[in-house]
């Protein structure tokens, strides 16, 4: 795929991203808002698999796949959009296994031995009905292990590293409007920015990277 194309997807899937947002209080007809949902990850799955020249680059274009799918599934099944996206999370945490960073500093080693216990520490206290908390706990531990590998990766951490962090985040406060922010109406646009720029930065860190190396080869 060429550049200019790669742009102009990038361009539709903020595009979509954005507008996604505003029509949130629209009387659309169903599937619009489920597809409008999907489109922005689903635009980027799309340039991924356009620049894919190798298992690392299918891999990304598998887990933006992925994570499309589990933004529609999510608005008919809760358990099916949280399967979509712990498989996606496994995808990832494969690619960037296979992409394992040298040497790392102390602090950032503490790091990702920190973020998952801590997460899922966090996630399990969030929900007010306690029955759920186990499922919101197992599921924090796969998108926290997904964020702390993509940390420990050779990729770019103040995109890829970044990106899968905000993805964590946002995560952890949707298991926050399930207790002390329920009712409230600013985590709806936090959840969306957060994840939607974190989809974007991994996408931007994992192929800038792998472009880089296709270059200098």
């Not at 979509?16 to 689903?42: E, H």
């Not at 020249?53 to 299918?58: A, P, R």
């Not at 031995?113 to 186990?134: E, F, K, Y």
């Amino acid at each position: 795929m060429g550049e200019g194309r790669t742009k102009w997807l990038v361009a539709a899937s903020a595009l979509f991203a954005f507008s996604y947002m505003a029509i949130w209080n629209l009387d659309l007809p169903q599937p619009v808002p489920i597809i409008w949902k999907g489109l922005p990850v689903a635009l980027l799955a799309l340039a991924a698999a356009g620049l894919a020249k190798g298992t690392d680059g299918w891999l990304l274009a598998a887990v933006l796949g992925l994570g499309a799918l589990g933004d529609m599934l999510l608005e008919l099944s809760l358990v099916a959009g949280a399967l979509a996206f712990m498989a996606g999370h496994g995808v990832a945490i494969w690619l960037y296994a296979r992409n394992r960073r040298g040497a790392m500093s102390g602090s950032q080693k503490a790091l990702v031995l920190l973020v998952v216990p801590l997460s899922v520490a966090i996630a399990w206290m969030l929900p007010a009905d306690r029955a759920g908390a186990a499922g919101v706990a197992v599921y924090a531990l796969c998108v926290a292990a997904m964020a702390a590998m993509a940390w420990r990766s050779r990729f770019p951490r103040l995109r890829t590293g970044l990106g899968a962090m905000l993805f964590l985040i946002s995560d952890l406060v949707i298991f926050a409007r399930m207790g002390p922010a329920a009712g409230a109406l600013w985590p709806a646009f936090v959840i969306w920015a957060l994840y939607y720029g974190g989809q974007l930065l991994i996408f931007a860190g994992v192929s800038g990277t792998l472009g880089s190396v296709r270059h200098r080869a």
